[in-house]
């Protein structure tokens, strides 16, 4: 190695160093907004102050000669790991005199991040799991809220297996369905019932930016705080109606993960040589394995329940094979005009969505390639 290319990188790693320094320097900075905030019981996520900074910040590389995108994507990085890290130090409590929340499947991977939001947030909580029932009027004696957490093709059953529940007790759910829990809610409870759904798995970092869609079932004004509470923690909430909500989810889920079973059933019985495919993938195949990959880390319990919780979900798939037996029959007769037509169609109906996907799959691609190992 020449001295002159030494020299330079002995610069370039001082640079770095530096580069450490500000950031530990930042996040000591962000860890005092964090804990102002909690005092505050303000969201620890806040889009306007989040795009106003990233507009600044991309002006002034500009200004300076550097991709806006560049720090757009450095700083998003970083307050990731902010939002990370604010998620495991205290949040402003709420309901100052709610009595203890009890959690019904607790210790299952949902019950567990909820119970340690909640604890986080200065709540007393209970678990009650599948071997706890004869201690059921103790563990809920003097409940202030009950969330059911158990796996899907359980709830309604053991939302009605439910002892009476104090009246200004709330009684909510986080089923991946909606309709058929809140229904059972409503007619074992009188008193505040609401359906949650988290929109994300028990493996996210925090809840900034996560979606919890929410539907009210019956005197919302008690469980106002409850909302607020989950946006404290940082999660976005959307309210919807449980019918739509569960048309929507056999979309977003039933299909979804319908096609992705399907995919890697195909591929095992296949018995495809994973490396090699892996070797040959370009960013977004392996992206679109992994996406097929993941859902078999998983409970196939849960997506089982998931997939076949209505009738409505069955039919739905039915139309879609249908379609996939049309789209075959047209390569078969190697129409290929009739391709086209039918791309151009499909192409149409997504509109201007289709260039922003590509410009977000873009991003997504580039990140995925910089983290192949
Ligand atoms: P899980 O299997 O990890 O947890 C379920 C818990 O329920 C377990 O601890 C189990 O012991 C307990 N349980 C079973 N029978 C019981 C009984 N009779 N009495 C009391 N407890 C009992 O499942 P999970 O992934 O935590 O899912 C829980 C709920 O969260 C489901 O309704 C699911 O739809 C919803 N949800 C899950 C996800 C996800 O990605 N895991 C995402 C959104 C919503």
Redesign the pocket.
Known sequence: MTTELSQLRTQIDEVDKTLLSLLVKRMNLVAQVGEVKSQLGLPIYDPDREAAMLASRRQEAENMGIPPDLIEDILRRIMRESYASENNKGFKKLATHLGPVVI????????RLFSRLLTLSGYEVRV???D??DNVEHILAGAGMVIV????H??EK?IR?LPPLPEQCILV?????KQRPLSAMLEVHKGPVLGL??????DIGSFAKQVVVYCDGRYPESYQWFLEQISVWGARLYPITAEKHDRNMSFIQALRHFTTFSYGRYLAKEDIDLQQLLSLSSPIYRLELAMVGRLFA??A??YA??IMSSPENIALIRGYYQSFGQVLEILEQQDKSAFIESFNQVSGWFGDEAARFMKESRVLLQQASDNRV
């Open positions: 019904v499947g607790g210790s299952g991977k949902m019950g009650l799991e599948a706890d029932w957490s158990v796996p899907i359980l709830t053991i297996r759910d986080l089923a991946s369905i759904h988290p929109m994300f798995g028990p998983q409970d319990q849960l329940d998931i």
